[in-house]
């Protein structure tokens, strides 16, 4: 979550730093990953994710009345912030009601699975198979 943050330049909360949980998801809080336990499981929990899910279609998509919402190529939903007119039509059609209004930016925010961040050292996949290929 802390590289997510730092990437997007999100406020980092104190709370966050001392507990290392997120409860809600928020405008600058994209990602929530938490220990779920269970009181039958004694040997600890299970973590639970939750964020975007990049769904095949989209209910957001469809609802955004100015076309802020785009599915890309590679799968990503991401929302462009600078058409963006805040009316939250895509949290209203979310079944996770993942997107989230900042409050501050007067737009609606959610993952966008950083489409864009490139790879560091990112070797093509052709190229890679060639390299590790035993012939």
């Not at 997007?8 to 290392?20: A, Q, S």
């Not at 269970?38 to 469809?62: K, M």
């Amino acid at each position: 979550m802390s590289a997510c943050k730092q990437w997007n330049k999100l406020k980092v909360d104190r709370d966050e730093l001392l507990t290392d949980r997120n409860t809600d998801l928020s405008g600058n809080n994209w990602v929530i990953v938490n220990l779920r336990t269970d009181s039958r499981n004694r040997e600890g929990g299970a973590y639970h994710h939750w964020t975007c899910q990049h769904c095949r279609q989209p209910a957001c998509v469809g609802a955004c009345p100015v076309s802020a919402i785009t599915k890309l190529s590679g799968g990503q939903v991401v929302i462009n912030e600078s058409k963006c007119i805040g009316c939250r039509y895509c949290y209203q059609s979310c079944p996770w009601k993942v997107p989230q209004f900042d409050f501050k930016k007067r737009v609606t925010r959610k993952c966008h699975l950083c489409y864009d961040k490139k790879p560091i050292n990112y070797v093509k996949p052709a190229l890679a198979i060639r390299r590790l290929s035993r012939s």
